[in-house]
């Protein structure tokens, strides 16, 4: 399809959209008037970025709140004790599947390690939390979904809205149609659920077939999920995380405080009470972290790496158990 086809493909579902029956709009008006927090939305975009204001209008009156969306934010599965969280993500099924996955695709894997730096166990472990190899990629309209974060949750409104336009520009570019694309409740897309700012930045075309699609190409999702990790420093062949033994918790307050942040070397660990299973390398800066395991508190350091992960998500659950997954696929028989 041409450029000038489809944008007048886009332009007709639009329209068709804005002018048919359904439910109101975010604002409760007539699909023809925003509310007025969307309308300086869409002033703003129109001032920004060539785009048709006929398509952006009817995509911004098509907008549907979601209270799932809300409810989903608000209570998220990160924010569990690890205890909880890890049962649902790193049990035998979970593993064999990763492994299955990792043999499927070990020449991508290899290939995509080799270009980027990053091992195919990392990059098998992201894409299974995130949607069990593609098994459940979402199913909110992402547009729902943005729109519902970007005007009725004030937490991180304007990083939402920074994340709807750039929805609406993949949807500008063809890329999706944002009438229909479904993905999860914080709007990410496809196999490795990016986010729309990181589809136009970091998604890679790694089948050439001309297109970085993170929802029907798995070497292009393997490749997005590499290329996103060293995007943010990976390390190739350096630890990732570190098990420890802390004698007195009440003396690393405030090496907790700084989070996976790494901040502190060895011996300021070792002053404090924390043993580490192994001595990282010199000069290396790292984080202590504390878990809630079935028998009390769990302790690990964290390394540059694992701060890398937190990148993708920045919940510690998360990133410990892409770590404890990515170990597991690389060990099962």
Do not use: C, K
């Not at 927090?37 to 709140?65: C, Q, S």
């Not at 700084?258 to 502190?264: E, F, I, R, V």
Request: no cysteine; glycine share 10%; net charge neutral.
């Amino acid at each position: 399809m041409t450029a000038a086809g489809r944008r007048a493909w886009l332009r007709a579902g639009a329209a068709a959209l804005a002018t048919g029956a359904g439910v109101p709009a975010l604002a409760q008006d007539p699909p023809a008037t925003l509310r007025a927090d969307i309308a300086a939305f869409e002033a703003a975009m129109l001032a920004r970025h060539p785009i048709d204001p006929g398509v952006l209008r009817a995509w911004l009156a098509a907008i549907r709140f979601d209270p799932g969306v809300v409810r989903r934010v608000t209570n998220p599965a990160t924010a569990r004790p690890w205890r909880e969280f890890r049962a649902g993500l790193l049990g035998r099924d979970r593993v064999e599947a990763g492994r299955a996955f990792a043999l499927q695709w070990a020449t991508t894997l290899a290939a995509v390690a080799v270009r980027w730096g990053v091992p195919a166990p990392i990059v098998v472990a992201i894409l299974g939390i995130e949607t069990f190899w593609g098994r459940d990629t979402g199913r909110f309209r992402l547009l729902d979904a943005l729109g519902t974060l970007a005007f009725e949750v004030p937490a991180r409104a304007a990083f939402f809205r920074d994340e709807l336009a750039q929805l609406l520009l993949l949807g500008r570019d063809g890329w999706l149609d944002p009438l229909t694309a479904q993905g999860s409740f914080a709007g990410a897309i496809g196999l490795p659920q990016f986010l729309p700012s990181n589809v136009r930045t970091l998604a890679v075309d790694f089948d050439g077939d001309g297109r970085a699609d993170l929802v029907g190409s798995v070497p292009d999702a393997i490749a997005s999920v590499a290329r996103y990790l060293a995007a943010f420093g990976w390390r190739a062949g350096d630890d990732v995380l570190l098990a420890a033994a802390v004698e007195a918790p009440e003396r690393v307050g405030d090496l907790l405080a700084s989070g996976a942040l790494p901040m502190h070397d060895a011996r300021r660990l070792w002053d404090a009470g924390v043993s580490i299973e192994r001595a990282p390398a010199a000069r290396e800066l790292l984080s202590l972290l504390r878990f809630d395991g079935d028998a009390g508190p769990e302790w690990r350091v964290g390394l540059h790496n694992f701060w890398v992960i937190t990148r993708y998500n920045r919940s510690h659950n998360y990133a410990r158990a892409v770590v404890e997954l990515a170990r597991a696929v690389e060990a099962i028989g």
